[in-house]
């Protein structure tokens, strides 16, 4: 009996150990969904926080909608006679219209000059000012620049057909409209130097023709440059994920306080609609453009008078200077008559204006273009070594600026040297070369006549045409000059070149640093 009572005994353990497992069991999924449940809570709570950002969305809504505008837009255009599109009519159909005068193509008006026709479009504003019963739009060149008429629609459902432009930007992509109103509200600037990454934003406008609407996101960038408004331009965009499509073009980006931190522009697609990447132009540079243009009916920047270039695209070339940063402005010409006469001179890196750091020549640019003519600017400047400060007095800009462009190749030419080191051929400044490349003001250096283009003259950007008249600090008067220079220099680890060149688009003789480095050189 004594095996069967230590079995039972045995079971009768194993029974009690099975029931405490079983409770345990059971207290352990209590513990659980007791867990769950207060999650369950906490995250309605949460939501509950969520939603309060949801009434942001809206009441920002109702701040900034009776602001924003739709603008239909009449551009009376021109196009091209009708000449050369007949001249590609097949001969039996051109055969068959009258050309009593011979000439092969048929008796028609319009034939030649232009064609008036209307051209009609819709975008977005928002409404910045109103002043004695006027109210000012801002809104984009792209959409009000050029109009022959248009009609503002507000976001209450009324017209009205007496909008006028005031004056239109296309370096900005700006206009100012103005139209007679009563019952006007006006939006609020805000600060776009605030902005920083990641916040939220909302943008308003006409998609597609549907007044009213808005979208949110984040901003995705700051100071972006797109190339949309080509080498004048001044761009510095705030890049967002908020979807901005064909029609919101001139309404504005706000933040959550419902402020005006942008005006929306322009999208990178490759479809025409919204793929995730939109462009807005900063308010801070918006409302300088907004005054100028209310007050003058034109933008007037402050002006330089300089050639320049990015130091990040290039260090070898600034690291030749001694300069060891990263970033800042490299002075490539000063041209004659500026305001930078006498005070800049080409070499100089400028990393700070009035104390506000300098990356960028975009940065450069579009803090000088926003401070008024005749203003004392402060600049920081890295000049042979040394860090020091330089005091001017702004012009103002002119309306014809072009900036220095890189020349084409020209061939044709008689070599007098070769450097075959860097696969270079060029020649004395002789008159016969200055005139034909229209480079009668130069007086001394090398006249660079071909360029391998595969060598490391070639990728370095020497062209033909270009004329070095300094190689490191040593000045250039003729080619024996420059192959002497090139002779003594050291190529591996790099020889700074100063070139200059014609502008084909400003007429004028531009100059600017090369660095070119042989690698392979001994």
Do not use: C
Request: aromatic content about 6%.
């Amino acid at each position: 009996m004594k095996p069967f009572r230590s079995t039972l005994g045995a079971l009768a353990v194993a029974g009690a150990a099975t029931a405490t497992g079983f409770f345990g069991f059971n207290y352990y999924q209590s513990t659980q969904f007791a867990r769950a449940a207060d999650k369950v809570e906490s995250t309605r709570e949460q939501l509950a926080r969520m939603d309060d950002l949801s009434s942001v969305f809206r009441h920002v809504g109702k701040v900034v909608e009776p602001s924003v505008v739709n603008i239909s837009v009449t551009k009376t255009t021109k196009a091209g006679g009708l000449r050369d599109r007949f001249r590609n009519l097949p001969d039996q159909l051109r055969k068959q219209l009258p050309d009593e005068d011979g000439d092969g193509l048929p008796d028609l008006p319009g034939l030649d000059g232009e064609i008036p026709f209307e051209q009609h479009g819709t975008g977005s504003g928002v409404i910045m000012e109103v002043e004695n019963g006027t109210a000012y739009v801002l809104t984009n060149n792209h959409v009000a620049g050029e109009a022959s008429a248009m009609e503002i629609t507000l976001s209450d459902g009324r017209k009205f057909s007496n909008a006028k432009l005031v004056g239109a930007d296309k370096k900005t992509d700006l206009a100012v409209v103005k139209f007679e109103a009563d019952r006007i509200i006006a939006a609020k600037w805000g600060d776009s130097d605030e902005l920083q990454k990641g916040d939220w934003i909302m943008a308003f406008g006409s998609p597609f023709g549907y007044v009213g609407s808005m979208t949110h996101g984040i901003v995705s960038a700051l100071n972006r440059q797109a190339g949309i408004l080509g080498n004048q331009g001044y761009e510095s965009f705030i890049q967002v994920d908020a979807p901005i499509n064909p029609g919101n073009s001139g309404g504005p980006l706000v933040n959550t306080r419902g402020e005006v931190v942008g005006i929306n522009t322009a999208i990178a697609s490759r479809t025409g609609s919204f793929s995730g990447i939109g462009f807005a132009i900063p308010s801070n540079q918006a409302k300088f453009v907004y005054e100028s243009l209310k007050s003058k009916g034109k933008v007037v920047r402050g002006w330089l008078g300089v050639s320049i270039s990015d130091v990040s695209r290039d260090l070898p070339k600034a690291q030749s200077f001694g300069y060891q940063g990263g970033t800042g402005v490299l002075v490539e010409q000063v041209m004659p008559g500026t305001p930078a006469v006498g005070k800049l001179q080409p070499g100089d890196i400028v990393t700070a204006i009035n104390g506000k750091g300098v990356e960028t020549v975009q940065g450069l640019r579009n803090q000088i273009a926003a401070t008024v003519p005749n203003s004392d600017i402060k600049l920081h400047v890295f000049r042979e070594g040394k860090e020091q400060d330089i005091t001017l007095k702004l012009g103002e800009q002119p309306d014809t600026v072009k900036l220095a462009g890189l020349p084409g190749k020209i061939e044709g030419n008689p070599d007098v040297d070769t450097n075959s080191r860097l696969g270079l051929k060029f020649s004395d400044p002789s008159p016969t070369l200055l005139k034909q490349w229209d480079l009668a003001d130069v007086k001394e250096g090398a006249v660079v006549t071909s360029v391998d283009r595969n060598s490391v003259a070639g990728r370095s950007g020497l062209s033909a045409g270009d004329v070095i008249t300094r190689v490191g600090r040593t000045p250039i008067k003729n080619a024996a000059d420059l192959t002497e220079a090139l002779k003594n220099a050291d190529l591996k680890h790099g020889v700074r070149l100063y070139v200059t060149t014609k502008d084909p688009e400003s007429g004028q003789t531009a100059s600017r640093f090369l660095f070119i480095r042989d690698e392979n050189a001994k």
